[in-house]
């Protein structure tokens, strides 16, 4: 009876730990996508350019092999892309945050008319991005099924 009794004791005081890590692990998710849609909007959508110094940290690390790393790069080449583009709401048609990763998909539409669908994978760490992948599929004039992209 005492054994049971320990086992008991043992399981509620571990369950306790793991939901309230749960619990923080859902706060965090949620933080980390705030700021990323957040930075995303501000940067790409009102094309403000100061929020790489807000959201973005010094030692950014790119993965896109066009980009060097640190957020001067992204300071000296954002303004260049976003030449002829208008201010907007960026539609974001998924948005998946889980640890210290938020993953975004997005309609790139390019002042020529040329539509790309782009997956944006960020981490985070203490409130600042860190790190950064993208993947970029030109959408088709015609599509081989009926499946929207979008």
Same mark, same amino acid.
């Given at each position: 009876? #005492?054994?049971?009794?320990? @086992?008991?004791?043992?399981?509620?005081?571990?369950?306790?730990?793991?939901?309230?890590?749960?619990?923080?692990?859902?706060?965090?998710?949620?933080? +980390? &996508?705030?700021?990323?849609?957040?930075?995303?909007? #501000?940067?790409?959508?009102?094309?403000?350019?100061?929020?790489?110094?807000?959201?973005?940290?010094?030692?950014?690390?790119?993965? +896109?092999?066009?980009?060097?790393?640190?957020?001067?790069?992204?300071?000296?080449?954002?303004?260049?892309?976003?030449?002829?583009?208008? #201010?907007?709401?960026?539609?974001?048609?998924?948005?998946?945050?889980?640890?210290?990763?938020?993953?975004?998909?997005?309609?790139? $539409?390019?002042?020529?008319?040329?539509?790309?669908?782009?997956?944006?994978?960020?981490?985070? &760490?203490?409130?600042?991005?860190?790190?950064?992948?993208?993947?970029?599929? @030109?959408?088709? $004039?015609? @599509? @081989?099924?009926?499946?929207?992209?979008?």
């Amino acid at each position: 009876m #005492k054994a049971l009794f320990i @086992a008991i004791i043992i399981f509620f005081a571990t369950s306790q730990s793991i939901f309230s890590q749960t619990k923080k692990e859902i706060r965090q998710a949620k933080e +980390n &996508k705030e700021l990323v849609t957040t930075f995303f909007q #501000k940067l790409f959508g009102d094309q403000d350019f100061t929020s790489i110094d807000t959201y973005i940290a010094d030692d950014y690390i790119q993965h +896109n092999p066009k980009i060097t790393d640190g957020k001067e790069a992204l300071k000296k080449l954002v303004p260049m892309w976003m030449k002829g583009m208008l #201010k907007r709401k960026i539609e974001f048609y998924m948005v998946v945050s889980e640890g210290d990763k938020v993953v975004l998909y997005t309609k790139n $539409e390019q002042p020529d008319g040329k539509v790309t669908a782009v997956i944006d994978i960020f981490r985070v &760490k203490n409130k600042k991005i860190v790190e950064h992948w993208d993947i970029m599929q @030109a959408v088709p $004039e015609k @599509a @081989a099924n009926s499946h929207p992209m979008f």
